[in-house]
């Protein structure tokens, strides 16, 4: 599956060419520096949304928390500021060298109760370090084919009386309007390639039903975030994204190199051309359960 591509026009230097020999792994998006930058951004984004998420779980002074799937720590300094020094933060990620970095940068900030171990959560083992009070993952189910197992796991280690707190995406929604074409090409490559490496693009709309397979049960609530942009904010982001996750779409074949330099062509021209048409981003969509005593 290749988008429609328009006149091709030549590559900025070090993207399409250098991405078409990036390591490609399970992670989809890379592990590059500048992918880690990427999730610094998406994470402040979301910033308000999770911390919203954190209040209504009650999370409080002296709690301990993992943070499954943590990559730059922005959600585990979120957890920092509501435990308290008294309290505790577990960061878990594939990414040992992001999460060192994650842990050093919250030391700096003050944030001694946090912590990082380099885990697969995907092994078929208890989690280190459980029980918790709260156990969140935001953007983790999303990247794993055994979802139903880990999320299982992730409540195993949810300590009685504590909760499991999920957020994940559904980017279906992902569009600017009135719609352009270069935007819709880009997108079906991101999906694409997302797919065609293991992630379920709507995991968020699925995370009731993921729930109940793992033997967590139905949520005690759900909710939906948005986030209404710019096309030229947005498309800083779609374009960060597209590069991010090319490398899996030229393995996979979904698109070429001659394709994806004129699809980045068109897409960074109508930028310029729209750059206040309204982007909207994929919905954010949590789940949360209390475990009984």
Same mark, same amino acid.
């Given at each position: 599956?290749?988008?429609?591509?328009?006149?091709?026009?030549?590559?900025?230097?070090?993207?399409?060419?250098?991405?078409?020999?990036?390591?490609?792994?399970?992670?989809?998006?890379?592990?590059?520096?500048?992918?880690?930058?990427?999730?610094?951004?998406? +994470?402040?984004?979301?910033?308000?949304?999770?911390?919203?998420?954190?209040?209504?779980?009650?999370?409080?002074?002296?709690?301990?928390?993992?943070? +499954?799937?943590?990559?730059?720590?922005?959600?585990?300094?979120?957890?920092?500021?509501?435990?308290?020094?008294?309290?505790?933060?577990?960061?878990?990620?594939?990414?040992?060298?992001?999460?060192?970095?994650?842990?050093?940068?919250?030391?700096?900030?003050?944030?001694?109760?946090?912590?990082?171990?380099?885990?697969?959560?995907?092994?078929?083992?208890?989690?280190?370090?459980?029980?918790?009070?709260?156990?969140?993952?935001?953007?983790?189910?999303?990247?794993?084919?055994?979802?139903?197992?880990?999320?299982?796991?992730?409540?195993?280690?949810?300590?009685?009386?504590?909760?499991?707190?999920?957020?994940?995406?559904?980017?279906?929604?992902?569009?600017?309007?009135?719609?352009?074409?270069?935007?819709?090409? +880009?997108?079906?490559?991101?999906?694409?390639?997302?797919?065609?490496?293991?992630?379920?693009?709507?995991?968020?709309?699925?995370?009731?039903?993921?729930?109940?397979?793992?033997?967590?049960?139905?949520?005690?609530?759900?909710?939906?975030?948005?986030?209404?942009?710019?096309?030229?904010?947005?498309?800083?982001?779609?374009?960060?994204?597209?590069?991010?996750?090319?490398?899996?779409?030229?393995?996979?074949?979904?698109?070429?190199?001659?394709?994806?330099?004129?699809?980045? +062509?068109?897409?960074?021209?109508?930028?310029?051309?729209?750059?206040?048409?309204?982007?909207?981003?994929?919905?954010?969509?949590?789940?949360?359960?209390?475990?009984?005593?």
């Amino acid at each position: 599956m290749r988008p429609r591509s328009e006149a091709v026009q030549k590559p900025r230097s070090g993207t399409v060419a250098a991405m078409s020999s990036t390591h490609v792994d399970r992670y989809s998006l890379g592990r590059t520096p500048e992918e880690h930058e990427r999730l610094r951004v998406q +994470a402040r984004v979301w910033e308000t949304a999770t911390g919203r998420l954190l209040d209504e779980v009650g999370l409080a002074p002296g709690a301990s928390c993992l943070d +499954a799937g943590c990559g730059p720590g922005e959600s585990m300094r979120l957890m920092a500021e509501r435990v308290g020094a008294g309290g505790r933060v577990v960061g878990m990620d594939m990414d040992g060298a992001l999460g060192e970095v994650a842990r050093e940068r919250l030391h700096q900030a003050g944030h001694w109760q946090c912590a990082f171990h380099a885990h697969d959560l995907t092994a078929a083992e208890p989690i280190p370090g459980a029980p918790f009070d709260l156990v969140f993952a935001r953007l983790l189910l999303f990247h794993t084919p055994e979802r139903v197992a880990v999320l299982a796991r992730l409540w195993d280690a949810v300590a009685p009386g504590g909760n499991l707190l999920v957020q994940d995406y559904d980017l279906h929604g992902m569009r600017v309007l009135p719609p352009l074409r270069s935007v819709d090409a +880009a997108i079906e490559v991101v999906i694409a390639a997302f797919t065609a490496a293991g992630a379920d693009v709507r995991i968020g709309v699925r995370l009731p039903e993921l729930f109940a397979r793992a033997g967590v049960g139905e949520p005690d609530g759900t909710d939906v975030a948005g986030r209404l942009d710019s096309f030229a904010n947005g498309h800083a982001v779609l374009d960060r994204v597209f590069r991010s996750v090319l490398p899996t779409a030229l393995a996979h074949g979904i698109t070429d190199e001659t394709d994806a330099a004129a699809t980045l +062509a068109a897409f960074e021209r109508d930028a310029a051309q729209h750059p206040d048409r309204p982007f909207l981003w994929p919905l954010l969509i949590g789940a949360w359960k209390r475990k009984g005593r």
